[in-house]
């Protein structure tokens, strides 16, 4: 069974630019969350999916953050304009259903200078 | 509000010797807990999870944990460490069910050959 897939690996942007992560879950797993993950701190909810609504994104900075999941599959993450605080690993995970096992993907490691 | 508390962000023992890291939690509510481990440039992998059921969990590569409640801690063990044990440790607590998961800072463990 294939996990869960993300790209790109690695990003370097100057700030105020702009960035996008895509993540493609497990297949059939109809939650999809969004964490970021600063150095030398656990990782923290972003926004959380069930098939293409959003559930919870309280901890999104909806200012300069937006993320979809537009046919309950794939979703991307945006970041506009970024921060030198967006610096960060953006996880992505996926569970069967609310309250399943977390599968997580390897993250984005994002720069941002 | 839920929190986790990881004692010690770097944890070495030498190959053979007891592994123990530990892990306190704060939650208003019956909590599920949860250890993941995440090896270098790779996802969060659950090792294992508390919910309410026996208070010993066994988990995944000879890792066990025991949720005491009296100290609210969660400590995790292993009897004897591999050098592939060597990765980042994270405890992590949620109400009910497993949707939005607060994670403590990690624990690097480092095996000393």
């Known amino acids: 069974e294939a996990g869960v897939a993300q790209s790109p690996r690695y990003k370097i942007i100057e700030k105020r630019q702009s960035v996008a992560f895509w993540c493609n879950p497990i297949?059939?797993?109809?939650?999809l969350y969004w964490y970021q993950q600063i150095l030398g701190q656990g990782p923290k909810l972003l926004i959380q999916?069930?098939?293409?609504?959003?559930?919870?994104d309280s901890q999104l900075p909806k200012d300069r953050f937006s993320a979809e999941r537009l046919k309950g599959v794939d979703s991307t993450l945006k970041i506009q304009p970024a921060k030198l605080e967006d610096s960060a690993v953006y996880l992505c995970?996926?569970?069967?259903?609310?309250?399943?096992?977390?599968?997580f993907g390897p993250g984005t490691r994002l720069t941002v200078l | 509000a839920q929190s986790v508390t990881q004692l010690g962000s770097h944890v070495s023992v030498s190959e053979g010797a007891l592994v123990l890291l530990r892990c306190n939690y704060s939650?208003?509510?019956?909590?599920?807990l949860f250890w993941y481990v995440q090896y270098p440039n790779q996802g969060l992998q659950l090792l294992l999870k508390?919910?309410?059921?026996?208070?010993l969990v066994k988990g995944i590569n000879g890792f066990e944990a025991e949720f005491k409640k009296s100290e609210t801690s969660f400590h995790l063990t292993k009897p004897s460490a591999h050098m592939s044990d060597a990765a980042e440790y994270f405890c992590?607590?949620?109400?009910?069910?497993?949707?939005?998961?607060?994670f403590g800072t990690g624990t690097r463990l480092t095996v000393i050959p």
């Open positions: 995970a996926s569970s069967l259903v609310r309250g399943n096992e977390q599968f």
């Open positions: 297949s059939g797993h109809a939650t």
């Open positions: 999916f069930q098939n293409n609504g959003v559930v919870d």
């Open positions: 939650s208003s509510v019956p909590p599920y």
């Open positions: 508390y919910t309410s059921a026996a208070t």
């Open positions: 992590a607590v949620s109400d009910k069910g497993a949707n939005n998961l607060f």
